[in-house]
């Protein structure tokens, strides 16, 4: 089983991206049946909660990203996603998606000012 995480990139202040993470060698039940989330470590930092998402597809977010960070899911294609928008220099990080006992390699996303 791997998670890729993908779409991470340089983008200045105020702008977005989506990340995306797919999950192989998973198999539906096991994916449809666990939290998903996003955390990030930023350099020096420890690794924090960003966004999850719960099987019955209710949300939870860091204060910091509340209002413009948005988790989802796509059960059918085993992919997550976290559409970050109003970035700011402080969200700049290694962003990795997990999903029950797996992580992925993680994603960097760096945000200039």
């Known amino acids: 089983v791997q998670l890729q995480a993908y779409g991470g990139g340089l983008v200045q202040a105020g702008g977005s991206l989506r990340l995306s993470c797919a999950a192989s060698?998973?198999?539906?039940?096991?994916?449809?049946?666990?939290?998903k989330a996003w955390y990030r470590q930023a350099p020096g930092q420890q690794r924090e909660l960003v966004a999850q998402?719960?099987?019955?597809?209710?949300?939870n977010y860091a204060d910091s990203v509340k209002g413009r960070f948005t988790i989802s899911r796509d059960n059918a294609r085993k992919l997550v996603y976290l559409q970050m928008n109003s970035l700011k220099p402080e969200d700049t990080a290694i962003y990795y998606c997990?999903?029950?006992?797996?992580w992925g390699q993680g994603t960097l996303v760096t945000v200039s000012s």
């Open positions: 060698g998973m198999i539906l039940s096991t994916f449809r049946g666990n939290y």
């Open positions: 997990n999903i029950g006992s797996v």
């Open positions: 998402i719960s099987t019955s597809s209710s949300t």
